[in-house]
């Protein structure tokens, strides 16, 4: 077994407004392993990400605990690329923000967007790429800071659908070759069953886990090739029901 | 890098260049016919130059301020006091709108100050500029800054607080405090409304600075206005709104041409 890298243990999380008091997350208690790749699905308005700042430390939870070991980086649902700095300066805004903006990082940084298509557009600004493209930017936004876990709170979703098959098969393989640990939220049963190791489905708000699948798809990884697999749609069809209880 | 285009875009090109120059011309016509109505009425004695004054006689007193000396002085003296208003006001109203930002507490606490004074007109407080300024040009840019202090802080605070909700959460989770919050996002953010701020600004440091004149003064072209009034020397008035015409349309084209700097400098 490998080593534990994220722990929600008990957790619960209330939100004060003035009109009054709503849980969001109850007794929520699940783990991530390094080298993981966990989706989480969940009816909408449930907690999902909520759960994602808690991990990213964003927030504290009201009681029980979240212990994380290592750094963790964040990827939203827009790709929030700053129009007014270049894809490459846009990729060392996390080294800047961390103060680790030495030459070696930039190179590492500039390597890591070359390896995974970007070369042609390190010059580019973010209007002039298509919403795929910034997706990827963001992606190799979010490694440059080299965190030992990727929390994706729907990264694919303002997508349309031919680009989102081919961005999410963009980001696995490159989450995959990198080895990263990853927690993904997604609305979508067929995009967490395509990616993840491991399948977390939530109760309605307060998200609680109601149900957690070890997906059986052995060492493929690949989007493309578990869509054409037979257990697909039979995990579509467990996962289905399980969200609609 | 120069490229050849298709006969359609040059053609297009071509319409578009076509375009310009006839708004140009018609601008200048327009400008032309207008005096040259005013010209004529007055030259054939349908009205009395004495009410209206006349192109003509707007330059023969413009170029006898010229010949008497006094001509630049008065242009010098409004234009200081409006410059230096307006450098204050800025200044002051994008610290004031940091400080704003920065504190939610504050930010709470002195709204209602902030709404109050906005909504106050300025010239009520001439007596007590008087009283504690003089009659110098003090008076008067104090005068002006406060015209331009107040939509200054309330057009860049309305900017910082406008930041994007996802881009602040990004920077969060990267684990950034609120001065690098404020550096790498709120204000290179914010550098749009910056310009149309100074774009307004231009406009309230001359209602300012003349607004002064007006109240107090010995010198410049408020003065002259008032002083010009008073004897019914409307000949004097019309020149020194025409100069004013002229000054508040160079000093927006200097904004302008920033913008046009910054702009580019932004996509270098
Ligand atoms: N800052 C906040 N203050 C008060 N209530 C909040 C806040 N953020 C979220 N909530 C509430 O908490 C609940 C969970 O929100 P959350 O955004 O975590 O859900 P989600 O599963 O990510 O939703 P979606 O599917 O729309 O992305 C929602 O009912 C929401 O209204
Ligand atoms: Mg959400």
């Given amino acids: 077994m490998k080593n534990e890298i994220l722990r929600f243990d008990n957790v619960t999380l209330t939100y004060h407004t003035k009109r009054g008091e709503t849980a969001a997350t109850e007794n929520l208690t699940f783990s991530l392993n390094e080298g993981e790749f966990v989706a989480v699905i969940g009816p909408s308005g449930c907690g999902k990400t909520t759960l994602l700042s808690l991990a990213a430390g964003l927030m504290k939870p009201s009681s029980g605990s979240v212990t994380r070991h290592g750094t963790c980086g964040y990827m939203l649902q827009k ?23 030495t030459p070696e990082r930039r190179k590492s940084a500039v390597e890591l967007a070359k390896k995974y298509g970007l070369s042609d557009f390190l010059q580019s600004y973010p209007p002039q790429l298509s919403g795929g493209m910034r997706q990827r930017a963001a992606l190799i936004r979010t490694l440059a800071m080299e965190p030992d876990i990727l929390l994706l709170d729907e990264p694919f979703s303002a997508l349309d659908y031919q680009t989102r098959l081919n961005v999410c098969e963009d980001v696995s393989s490159i989450i995959r070759s990198e080895e990263k640990t990853a927690l993904l939220i997604t609305h979508d049963i067929s995009e967490a069953i395509s990616l993840a190791d491991r399948v977390l489905v939530l109760t309605k708000r307060p998200a609680r886990v109601a149900f957690e699948h070890t997906l059986d798809f052995g060492e493929e990884t690949r989007p493309i090739k578990r869509r054409e697999k037979p257990q697909f749609s039979a995990w579509f069809e467990i996962l289905w029901k399980e969200l609609n209880i | 890098m120069k490229k050849e285009f298709s006969l359609e875009h040059r053609r297009y090109l071509a319409k578009k260049k ?104 300025k010239i009520a407080l001439g007596p007590l500029i008087i009283i504690w300024f003089g009659t110098g040009s003090e008076a008067i840019v104090f005068m002006t800054v406060l015209v331009g202090i107040i939509v200054a802080t309330l057009h860049m605070l309305n900017a910082f607080m406008a930041t994007d909700g996802g881009k602040l959460l990004l920077l969060r989770s990267m684990g950034a405090g609120k001065l690098q919050i404020l550096q790498k996002l709120v204000i290179p953010s914010s550098l749009p409304s910056f310009i149309s701020m100074l774009k307004v600004n231009v406009g309230m440091a001359w209602i300012g600075s003349i607004m002064g004149e007006y109240i107090v003064s010995r010198a410049g072209l408020g003065y002259l206005i008032v002083y010009g009034g008073q004897v019914f020397k409307l000949d004097l008035v019309m020149s020194a709104t025409f100069i004013l015409c002229i000054l508040a349309a160079g000093m927006y084209a200097l904004v302008v041409l920033l913008e046009k700097v910054i702009v580019k400098n932004a996509e270098s």
């Avoid at chain 2, 375009?19 to 007055?42: D, K, M, P, S």
């Avoid at chain 2, 349908?46 to 006689?57: E, I, V």
């Avoid at chain 2, 010949?67 to 234009?79: A, R, W």
């Avoid at chain 2, 200081?80 to 507490?105: M, Q």
Wanted: charged share 15%.
């Fill in chain 1, 79 to 101: 790709d929030e690329l700053f129009p007014w700095r270049t894809i490459e300066k846009n990729i060392y805004l996390p080294l800047e923000i961390k103060r680790q903006n």
């Fill in chain 2, 18 to 121: 076509q375009n310009a120059a006839l708004v140009w011309a018609l601008r200048f016509g327009i400008l032309a016919l207008l005096l040259g109505i005013w010209e004529a009425v007055t030259a054939f004695g349908w009205a009395d130059p004495f009410l209206t004054s006349s192109p003509s006689r707007i330059c023969k007193t413009i170029m006898s301020l010229y010949s008497d000396g006094t001509l630049f002085y008065h242009i010098g003296v409004t234009l200081l006091e409006t410059l230096i208003g307006f450098a204050i006001a800025v200044v002051l109203g994008c610290a004031v709108a940091l400080l704003l930002w920065w504190s939610e507490t504050v930010r709470k606490v002195l709204e209602p100050y902030i709404v109050v004074l906005n909504a106050l007109p």
